[in-house]
T-cell receptor
Framework: GESVGLHLPTLSVQEGDNSIINCAYS??????FIWYKQESGKGPQFIID?????DKRQGQRVTVLLNKTVKHLSLQIAATQPGDSAVYFC????????????FGGGTRVLVKP | DAMVIQNPRYQVTQFGKPVTLSCSQT?????MYWYQQKSSQAPKLLFH???????NEADTPDNFQSRRPNTSFCFLDIRSPGLGDAAMYLC???????????FGPGTRLTVL
């Protein structure tokens, strides 16, 4: 079946550096993508989303890039801080799936002081 | 603040003893979801409600049931919890026609 997956399970980043988290998806009909941050023992927290008619969207210290040609999504975090340590999930939705999201496997980001 | 609330945050039950988890929301969203999340895994959708219309995922065991008495509340009932049902259970909401789902803090279920 269709799936969304991540390349790296764990990413160690020096505080102050930029982080890049990657996500591959396989459903060419996906039209909406979203990134969540999940801290230990908490529910996923919305970070940023993007629709398939865009290739870049920026938020506060975060940027999402979408490359539909190679079905690749990335989340960039600028000036990574200790509070950014968490597991990050990408998820996608296609119009045929109604409101259902398909989640990727998650990447753990560890920020080193 | 508008939010998704889950109670209890931690639940311990015995093998085979029915348990109910609760979710409430003040967002007035018409779609509510229940996910199961095991350690180091992505959330797995169990079922969702669009208003009172229940939508079960094909691979959700019959052991898992849900009730939505009104817009604000949704319950997850596990009729006979097994050791394999120990997990974090997440409730989420969205407004039909929009795509963003908002999650609650989760209930950590332990089965003894």
């Amino acid at each position: 079946g269709e799936s969304v997956g991540l390349h790296l399970p764990t990413l160690s980043v020096q505080e102050g550096d930029n982080s890049i988290i990657n996500c591959a998806y396989s459903n060419s009909a996906s039209d909406y993508f979203i990134w969540y941050k999940q801290e230990s023992g908490k529910g996923p927290q919305f970070i940023i989303d993007i629709r398939s008619n865009m290739d870049k969207r920026q938020g506060q210290r975060v940027t999402v890039l979408l490359n539909k040609t190679v079905k690749h999504l990335s989340l960039q975090i600028a000036a990574t801080q200790p509070g950014d340590s968490a597991v990050y999930f990408c998820a996608e939705k296609s119009g045929a799936a109604g409101n259902k999201l398909t989640f990727g496997g998650g990447t753990r980001v560890l920020v080193k002081p | 603040d508008a939010m998704v609330i889950q109670n209890p945050r931690y639940q311990v039950t015995q093998f085979g003893k029915p348990v109910t988890l609760s979710c409430s929301q003040t967002l007035n969203h018409n779609v509510m979801y229940w996910y199961q999340q095991k350690s180091s895994q992505a959330p797995k959708l169990l079922f969702h409600y669009y208003d009172k219309d229940f939508n079960n995922e094909a691979d959700t065991p019959d052991n898992f049931q849900s009730r939505r008495p009104n817009t604000s509340f949704c319950f997850l009932d596990i009729r006979s919890p097994g050791l394999g049902d120990a997990a974090m259970y997440l409730c989420a909401t969205s407004r039909w026609g929009t795509d963003t789902q908002y999650f609650g803090p989760g209930t950590r279920l332990t089965v003894l």
